[in-house]
């Protein structure tokens, strides 16, 4: 099993700065993709920032230039800096990992996506 925790996140007003972190923990896995979503009240989960193992990242349309998402110092992390927050970044934002277990002794893998249980974060105008 794969276990992702978050941290950061929490109140800010407007034109402030937070930062999202996430760990992914367990054993047998490699990482294919990780990256962050969000889900504001009434609306779908929506892609924010992602990364994969290639480095190639791609971010929502409406955090371009204010959020950016880079690997932590450590294995299997994650880290969302997010600049000039606005009322509307406010959200629960959670954790997602793509990842590859290994299933058997031959090293067969499946691909599996984790969630983290989310943090909230809210832009006070």
């Known amino acids: 099993q794969v276990q992702l925790v978050e941290s950061g996140g929490g109140l800010v007003q407007s034109g402030g700065s937070l930062s999202l972190f996430c760990a992914a923990s367990?054993?047998?896995?490699?990482?294919?993709?990780m990256g962050w979503y969000r889900q504001a009240p009434g609306k779908e989960r929506e892609l924010v920032a992602g990364?994969?193992?290639?480095?190639?990242?791609n971010y929502e349309e409406s955090v371009k230039g204010r959020f950016t998402i880079s690997r932590g110092n450590a294995k299997n992390t994650v880290r969302l800096q997010m600049n000039s927050l606005q009322p509307n970044d406010t959200a629960v934002y959670y954790c997602?990992?793509?990842?590859?277990?290994?299933?058997?002794?031959?090293?067969?893998?499946?691909?599996?996506?984790?969630w983290g249980k989310g943090t909230l974060v809210t832009v006070s105008s």
């Open positions: 997602h990992a793509d990842v590859s277990r290994v299933v058997n002794v031959e090293g067969a893998t499946v691909r599996r996506e984790y």
């Open positions: 367990g054993s047998g896995f490699s990482i294919n993709a």
């Open positions: 990364i994969n193992s290639g480095d190639r990242i």
